[in-house]
């Protein structure tokens, strides 16, 4: 496994290449980010290419998945979030599902989804991107959206049934949502492509909250996940103190 550290999250309200530069000196060797573009991409990959970092992962543009009407706006952020990842060389991109349409069934949503997503499938092959689907939770931090289950997103990602779309398991979001992580993870590991972790409550440091951090990466580990672990949290430390920790919890050397 390997850290990622989410530079808006950690390092909120401070410029992507210092932020980049901390990530580096705190022995941590990728970078992940929520919106491309409103940033400076030429910065962030002289940053990336001066202190040997990897750009693990960022967010595609934010368009529902769930209407038919919008898939055409979804499919061209797509194509302009694939260009913006090939010029940082990241394999990665992140979407959210969009809030749920009330009124609409549930269902029929879903089925949009998974038509959307497969028209989608050949961009992403053909890239060699892998986009996450990701989960949140609706009880704390995001309430109205429409996907919070893991297990509905397991169960969807594989009537879309390609190696290219796949989940993002935030821990933080799921222990909010259904619990039983070590479970849930270790029993879809195929179709998991990237992990976020916080503490909870509070989506602080990992040391701070109900989550056993490293209890969970070692199951992880044995299991085989080799992936990325995303460090998606708000500290109440110096940054610094946060990703040591982290790098502790996860028990293998970073580069």
């Known amino acids: 496994m390997k850290l990622s550290v989410c530079i808006d999250a950690v390092f909120r309200g401070t410029d992507s290449a210092e932020a980049m530069r901390q990530t580096r000196e705190a022995g941590i060797g990728a970078v992940e980010f929520w919106s491309w573009w409103d940033k400076d991409l030429d910065a962030i990959r002289k940053a990336k290419d001066e202190h040997g970092l ?19 706006d979804y499919i061209r952020g797509l194509k302009e979030s694939i260009e913006a990842a090939g010029r940082l060389g990241c394999k990665r991109l992140i979407t959210q599902t969009g809030a749920d349409r009330r009124g609409v069934e549930r269902a029929v949503q879903t089925q949009h989804m998974i038509d959307g997503l ?30 919070s289950s893991s297990e509905e997103t397991f169960a969807l990602l594989r009537e879309v049934g390609s190696p290219n779309v796949k989940a993002l398991y935030d821990i933080y979001h799921q222990q909010i949502t259904e619990g039983d992580l ?18 909870h409550p509070g989506r602080h440091e990992l040391h701070i909250g109900e989550i056993n951090y490293p209890y969970v990466f070692k199951a992880l580990r044995e299991a085989g996940y080799g992936g990325y672990v995303g460090l998606e949290y708000f500290g109440v430390g110096e940054p610094a103190a946060g990703l040591a920790q982290a790098a502790e919890f996860i028990g293998e050397r970073q580069t």
Do not use: W
């Not at 590991?189 to 990237?194: A, K, Q, S, T």
């Open 118 to 147: 497969r028209e989608c499938a050949p961009l992403l092959e053909a890239s060699d991107i892998t986009l996450l689907v990701e989960p949140l939770n609706t009880a704390v931090n995001h309430p109205g959206y429409f996907l």
């Open 54 to 72: 990897e750009v693990a992962a960022f967010c595609t543009k934010f368009v529902t998945l769930l209407d038919p009407e919008a898939r055409g």
């Open 182 to 199: 070590i479970r849930r993870m270790t029993a879809n590991l195929p179709l998991i492509g990237h992990l976020h972790a916080a503490g």
